[in-house]
């Protein structure tokens, strides 16, 4: 691949111009905010591990637009990324995060006492309440661009950190490269095993290199806490479990995360954090809290209202298909979660969840009921 | 992506074994020869336009093997790639084409009236033939490494010489990004349109950046020479057309392969050609001719014939799907074509094609009449 500094110096043998993408077709936050000046301005440089604007670019040149959601077609190398080629993130991050400045400042609230309700999300319809985020460690550099020791160092700090968790946050690792068939099928079973990407907007930013080598899956042994290492992020931690009980998958979540987190200072290494971008990630899509909150909902009736998709719009929250980011719901059954991530704490979003998913559930049966749900309509929050 | 020479040194903060890929699960020409001396050797080399040993390798690191050919497994980004990193490809080379020796040098024969015969192969079997060859444009780097600037003037320098060509190779080019929905279904029909590569084997080295940038087809009106430019090289060159007349098909071949590369001269962008590897192409594998002159054929009886394979090792053919490199074939019609590319000539291989397919035909109407091939089973060539 081309991107590196030599190359990227002879691509200077190039004019802007010649060198530009062109972005006709394309409808992405990136191409919506890429000029010829900004590239201009930009292609000559790197950030300290050689990452340049053309590696941030590639995913968003090579996939023009996504059926079901306005993609952010560039990725981040590195912690510096933000910061060398700001001129082209900030206005991504600003266009993706609601206006969200470049002197705006993000709060993280990972108290998970601070959270009101949550515990009583009706059963009979929310069948599983999930939280998951991400988590880089400062010292490396991203998997759309980190080296095989680079991943293997950051598989290693990280089997380090987790076997040493207790109580009900015990648990173990399996390694992609050596998982016997028997523990593949049960990790599939239980909704647990990641697979090698093959959406293009991952292959096409380098994150699937050198695969399935010092990637793996950790989990306790309740099975309800778990941890993915060297996917789209260096970790991504998930609190998940059957049922409406979002409370408790969050409190769990917190004090994991809180558990992991001191794990890796004892170590010497903390996460990317800044009191601006919050939690650094690889997408600037998950920057902030890189918090995903949603439930499994069965929303047959709502789910063709008319007013469906403003009632989520109002709430804050998305839908996806229960496949996850690039799938269809299936029987009526909806993947609902919140929508932003950056620009409000981890408490304020699951609350969101929270609340929004209570007010859908009684607006689904009301609609069971034949009433009409007009005077339910919540305001913009 | 992170290849470049930044990143390269970056990755020296690493050691050898953090850093060696694993290629335990792996069967491709790079994984055979690739120690970890050899690694140690070449980790901290580039060519002068930055491409660096995990340029070339990580197709094969990502790529452990494929169900029907031993892939390669390695690729060349610009010609230097081949002496920067010749601890690791003349071994390749050697191992993929026969023995050849780094000593050795290669024959270049596009005189077609040196092929004896080859006009009268049988149409009842012979559906169509077709010879097809790759170029690369000195000055620029190959697919797997060029930047939009270097495809686009690939692209410019091409459509200049092709337009310019008159007589039966008098034609039009149809750039990939901007073809009508009539343009590209009759291209279909025509058998000509190449579409973004799907294999991994090319993805992950990649070839298919910034698709359809750049790319497209230029064929003559008579539809029996096409060109693709920027696909996994900078042409492919190819002349086709139905029956068995490949003594035609090679003459068409020769001499419009003859006048392009003297127009691409006048500008002083000659092909790569050495008198070790001959035309200097992306993948190891086309070195020396880069040809592979090929039929349809059918061949149900001899197919299935417990000899079949062992009939085509001895006449150096090889068969593949009619749907290319990557398919399996259909209704006994088989593509049969050259094994060779390098250390023989182009009249060698075009010769083996159509003195060997004569064979094959025979035996296919001896199978017919009932009788045995027995005496027909030919000498290793």
Not at chain 2, 142 to 148: A, E, F, Y
């Amino acid at each position: 691949m081309p991107f590196g500094n030599t190359h990227n110096k002879s691509k200077m043998n190039y004019s802007a111009e010649q060198e530009y993408p062109d972005l006709s077709q394309h409808n992405n936050h990136m191409a919506k905010v890429l000029t010829l000046d900004m590239y201009a301005k930009l292609r000559d440089k790197e950030t300290p591990s050689g990452f340049t604007l053309d590696d941030v670019i590639q995913t968003g040149v090579d996939n023009p637009g996504h059926p079901f959601i306005m993609t952010v077609g560039c990725v981040a190398g590195d912690e510096e990324t933000y910061e060398v080629f700001k001129d082209l993130m900030d206005p991504v991050i600003e266009d993706r995060h609601g206006g969200y400045k470049p002197t705006d400042k993000h709060k993280t609230d990972l108290n998970a006492a601070n959270l009101q309700g949550g515990d009583d999300l009706d059963p009979n319809y929310v069948l599983s309440s999930r939280v998951r985020t991400g988590r880089s460690i400062r010292g490396f550099s991203l998997p759309p661009h980190c080296s095989r020791g680079e991943r293997r160092g950051i598989e290693q700090l990280s089997i380090e950190a987790l076997d040493s968790l207790e109580g009900d946050l015990k648990g173990r690792y399996y390694a992609l490269k050596n998982m016997t068939e028997e523990e593949q099928q049960q990790l599939i079973d239980d909704h647990f095993l990641f697979d090698k990407p093959v959406s293009p907007l991952l292959l096409a930013s380098g994150m699937a290199r050198d695969w399935p080598d010092a990637r793996g899956i950790w989990h306790n042994d309740n099975k309800t806490f778990l941890v993915w290492v060297n996917e789209e992020d260096h970790l991504r931690v998930i609190s998940m479990q059957k049922g409406g009980n979002m409370r408790e998958v969050f409190t769990r979540f917190c004090t994991g995360l809180t558990k992991i987190e001191d794990l890796f200072k004892d170590r010497g290494h903390e996460f990317m954090w800044n009191e601006h971008l919050g939690y650094v990630l690889t997408c600037p899509s998950n920057l902030g809290t890189g918090l995903r909150a949603g439930v499994h909902v069965k929303l047959p009736h709502l789910s063709k209202h008319e007013k469906f998709g403003e009632i989520l719009k109002r709430l804050r929250l998305q839908k996806r298909g229960t496949g996850g980011v690039d799938t269809a719901a299936v029987g009526g059954v909806f993947d609902i979660s919140n929508a932003d991530r950056l620009g409000f704490s981890e408490v304020e979003l699951v609350q969101m969840v929270v609340d929004g998913v209570n007010l859908l559930v009684n607006m689904e049966k009301r609609l069971e009921g034949g009433d009409g749900i007009d005077d339910m309509m919540p305001e913009q929050k | 992506m992170p290849f470049g020479n930044t990143h390269n040194n970056f990755k020296l903060n690493y050691t050898v074994d953090d850093e060696y890929p694993d290629l335990s699960k792996h069967n491709n020409h790079m994984a055979k020869v690739l120690t970890k001396e050899v690694y140690g050797k070449l980790r901290d080399k580039q060519t002068p336009s930055g491409y660096t040993l995990d340029d070339v390798i990580q197709t094969g690191i990502d790529n452990p093997g494929h169900p029907f050919i031993m892939t390669v497994g390695c690729v060349a980004g610009d010609e230097e790639s081949y002496e920067v990193f010749k601890d690791l490809l003349d071994p390749v080379i050697s191992d993929r084409h026969g023995g050849y020796k780094p000593t050795d040098k290669h024959k270049t024969d596009l005189n077609f009236e040196n092929l004896k015969g080859g006009d009268d192969l049988d149409p009842n079997y012979v559906l169509s033939s077709r010879v097809r060859t790759g170029r690369s444009i000195k000055g620029y780097t190959l697919p797997p490494h060029n930047s939009r600037g270097e495809r686009r003037a690939i692209e410019k320098l091409s459509i200049e010489a092709l337009t310019s060509l008159d007589g039966e190779f008098k034609g039009k080019y149809y750039p990939l990004k901007s073809m009508t929905d009539a343009e590209q279904e009759q291209l279909i029909n025509d058998h000509f349109l190449f579409d973004k590569p799907v294999s991994p084997l090319l993805t992950c080295a990649g070839m298919a950046r910034d698709w359809p940038d750049a790319r497209g087809i230029w064929h003559n009106d008579n539809k029996t020479f096409l060109v693709w430019v920027n696909e996994e090289d900078h042409l492919r060159v190819i002349s086709m057309q139905k029956g068995g007349n490949m003594r035609e098909v090679f003459r068409r071949f020769c001499v419009g392969l003859q006048k392009i590369e003297e127009i691409f001269k006048k500008h002083n962008h000659g092909f790569m050609w050495n008198e070790h590897l001959g035309y200097i192409l992306t993948c190891p594998s086309n070195l020396g001719t880069g040809l592979r002159g090929g039929v349809h054929v059918k061949l149900p009886k001899l197919s299935t014939h417990p000899k079949f394979e062992e009939i085509l090792t001895r006449l150096r053919l090889q068969k593949r799907g009619t749907g290319g490199v990557d398919t399996a074939s259909v209704g006994g019609v088989f593509d049969i074509s050259n094994a060779d590319r390098l250390g023989s000539s182009e009249v060698d291989q075009v010769q083996l094609v159509v003195d060997g397919v004569k064979l094959m035909v025979e035996m296919e109407k001896k199978l017919e009449k009932g009788e045995a091939i027995d005496s027909m089973i030919p000498a290793q060539k």
